[in-house]
């Protein structure tokens, strides 16, 4: 993956999976990309995920070394992957914050929600099961918390706050406000 060393994202694997026989864009000139029309069986993989091979394409993932998926990004331009790829987020109306009143991740994120003045819908897992059953359902069988959904169309597991920082700012539209671009 060519991403430079001062990407949040640097130590994250990226892969992008798009369908070529829907006519779906090339992928980004970054980050491995798996074509389900060359290889179907990587279609298992997202539907693992909760995401439909027919409907969500393209999508990003990012893991870490150990292999556990840190964030999933669906329906995504070109545009979009190659930032998710980079560390950055889409503009976004809606974020919801799956967390925890236990965990001290979730309030270091709170935090730096609140530090940004991100508007955003705290739901706590340990009381809604439908809602858990969606972050199990994209985190591949994991009850991550914090987990952040971005219009339903980027979901972060629990990131580290560099990554998450980076996201935020870019989907609020803040480093182009600050000139940080």
Not at 11 to 22: A, D, E, K, P, V
Not at 80 to 90: H, P
Not at 140 to 151: A, E, I, S
Not at 167 to 179: F, H, I, Q, T
Request: hydrophobic share 40%; charged share 30%.
């Amino acid at each position: 993956m060519s991403v430079s060393p001062a990407s949040p994202v640097g130590h994250l694997s990226s892969q992008f999976i798009f369908n070529s026989r829907h006519g779906e864009l090339e992928p980004p000139s970054f980050g491995f990309a798996v074509d389900l029309a060359e290889d179907p069986s990587a279609a298992h993989q997202l539907i693992k995920l909760g995401v439909s091979p027919r409907s969500d394409l393209p999508v990003v993932t990012l893991t870490d070394v150990g292999g556990k998926l840190r964030a999933l990004g669906c329906r995504l331009s070109k545009e979009e992957a190659e930032g998710l790829i980079q560390g950055r987020a889409f503009p976004t109306r809606h974020l919801r914050f799956f967390g925890a009143t236990w965990c001290p991740d979730c309030r270091r994120a709170r935090r730096l929600l609140e530090e940004i003045s991100f508007d955003y819908e705290e739901i706590d897992l340990d009381t809604s099961d439908r809602w858990e059953a969606l972050v199990l359902e994209r985190s591949g069988g994991r009850r991550v918390v914090p987990t952040l959904d971005f219009d339903g169309r980027l979901f972060v597991f629990n990131p580290e706050l560099v990554l998450m920082r980076s996201l935020l700012e870019s989907a609020a539209g803040l480093k182009e406000e600050r000139g940080l671009e």
